[in-house]
């Protein structure tokens, strides 16, 4: 008789985990992150849930714990593919229901969501920030990026790439921010983050680092959340 172990379940199943063996075309980076997925309680869920990935539950976290999304709010979620976290943002502020608005952005398609428009554009082109605010109706009460470069394997360039990422990403949300309007944004773990942050703490009232419990434990991402845009020429606003 083969014997197996496991404790119980993150989802109260039987915490058996599933083995994929390396097929002859898949390589073994592929073949663990297939096994990763397999055995991970979040993607379960997503599936049942009818959620477009697992990603959906850190935003879900984050917004419990600060509030983000509110009612009638104008969302902008940079990088929206598959649309997890476009798909929150239309319940949040149900966008769905006619009130709020959210616009994904990516450079692929993306399978229609209830309460989203999507665009296939790269928000580094010189009109982008213009067009948006044009989908949106006007500025944006919050800007959303759960972008990430692909990995070379090499961590010190894939820490870079992804801290290049987000401050192109925080230059967009400047670009299109109302007054008071916030920012959440994924980095890595690492030394390179100081200039961003920095940056950060200038143009927003405050900024919180973040790591949510759906983010899985051997992964180095976390959030960076900035909140109250300080908009440039803003007398309202107080000076850093």
Same mark, same amino acid.
């Given at each position: 008789?083969?014997?197996?172990?496991?404790? @119980?379940?993150?989802?109260?199943? =039987?915490?058996?985990?599933? =083995?994929?063996?390396?097929? =002859?075309?898949?390589?073994?980076?592929?073949?663990?992150?297939?096994?990763?997925?397999?055995?991970?309680?979040?993607?379960? &869920?997503?599936?049942?849930?009818?959620?477009?990935?697992?990603?959906?539950?850190?935003?879900?976290?984050?917004?419990?714990?600060?509030?983000?999304?509110?009612?009638?709010?104008?969302?902008?979620?940079?990088?929206?593919?598959?649309?997890?976290?476009?798909?929150? @943002?239309?319940?949040?502020? &149900?966008?769905?229901?006619?009130?709020?608005?959210?616009?994904?952005?990516?450079?692929?398609?993306?399978?229609?969501?209830?309460?989203?428009?999507?665009?296939?554009?790269?928000?580094?082109?010189?009109?982008?920030?213009?067009?948006?605010?044009?989908?949106?109706?006007?500025?944006?009460?919050?800007?959303?990026?759960?972008?990430?470069?692909?990995?070379?394997?090499?961590?010190?360039?894939?820490?870079?790439?992804?801290?290049?990422?987000?401050?192109?990403?925080?230059?967009?949300?400047?670009?299109?921010?109302?007054?008071?309007?916030?920012?959440?944004?994924?980095?890595?773990?690492?030394?390179?983050?100081?200039?961003?942050?920095?940056?950060?703490?200038?143009?927003?009232?405050?900024?919180?680092?973040?790591?949510?419990?759906? @983010?899985?434990?051997?992964?180095?991402?976390?959030?960076?959340?900035?909140?109250?845009?300080?908009?440039?020429?803003?007398?309202?606003?107080?000076?850093?």
């Amino acid at each position: 008789m083969k014997k197996t172990t496991g404790g @119980s379940g993150g989802e109260g199943g =039987r915490g058996l985990k599933t =083995r994929v063996k390396t097929a =002859r075309k898949r390589t073994l980076s592929s073949t663990l992150w297939l096994q990763r997925q397999l055995n991970d309680p979040y993607v379960a &869920r997503a599936k049942r849930e009818g959620w477009r990935s697992r990603a959906a539950f850190k935003l879900l976290e984050i917004d419990e714990k600060y509030q983000l999304l509110q009612p009638g709010q104008r969302i902008v979620d940079l990088g929206a593919a598959p649309g997890g976290w476009s798909q929150v @943002s239309a319940k949040k502020t &149900r966008s769905r229901d006619g009130r709020g608005k959210v616009v994904g952005i990516d450079l692929i398609d993306i399978e229609p969501i209830a309460g989203v428009d999507f665009a296939v554009m790269d928000f580094l082109d010189a009109e982008a920030a213009d067009k948006l605010r044009s989908m949106l109706g006007g500025e944006a009460d919050g800007v959303l990026s759960d972008m990430a470069a692909n990995t070379t394997g090499h961590k010190k360039t894939d820490h870079l790439r992804i801290v290049h990422i987000a401050e192109l990403a925080a230059d967009f949300a400047g670009e299109v921010l109302k007054p008071g309007g916030w920012f959440l944004c994924k980095l890595f773990q690492g030394g390179e983050t100081g200039e961003l942050v920095t940056r950060l703490k200038r143009d927003y009232a405050t900024v919180r680092h973040i790591k949510p419990q759906s @983010s899985r434990a051997d992964s180095a991402e976390l959030y960076v959340l900035a909140t109250g845009f300080r908009a440039a020429g803003d007398p309202s606003q107080p000076a850093a």
